[in-house]
């Protein structure tokens, strides 16, 4: 599965902005068949989770850092993941990497080692 991972840019703090993951079509898998998440990484840090969704949409999961601040969704149509991110903070300033793993129908997984497949990540920058 490879991901791709796009809609960064630089934003005012209380302003938001929308990444998108796109997955490319592969043979020997199903989107559907995928938990996704957000991840971030910010200069001189460790990379952190900040969210995940199921498979089948009825689970998400939050940091508590953007919980009520960015909402994550999926349309397994599009095979996209998307990660809305409003009313943002200069500490949201991060690379934002996208995975996914093919796992059971609810799981919503938090660490990075439970991810198999990773996108290149996108650079959100929050002024002040």
């Keep these: 599965v490879q991901l791709q991972a796009s ?3 630089l934003v005012e ?3 938001s902005l929308r990444l998108s993951c796109a997955a490319s079509a592969a043979s020997g898998y199903t989107f559907s068949r995928l938990a996704l998440g957000w991840f971030r990484q ?13 498979r089948n949409m009825k689970s998400t999961y939050y940091a508590d850092s953007v919980k009520g601040r960015f909402t994550i969704s999926r349309d397994n149509d599009k095979k996209t993941v998307y990660l809305q991110m409003n009313s943002l903070k200069p500490e949201d300033t991060a690379v934002y990497y996208c995975a996914a793993v093919s796992t ?14 990773w996108g290149q990540g996108t650079l959100v920058t929050v002024s002040s």
């Design 13 to 15: 703090t209380g302003g």
């Design 42 to 54: 910010a200069q001189g840090k460790e990379r952190e989770f900040v969210t995940t969704i199921s």
């Design 104 to 117: 059971i129908l609810t799981f919503t997984p938090t660490t990075e080692h439970d991810y198999h497949y």
């Design 7 to 9: 809609g960064g840019g």
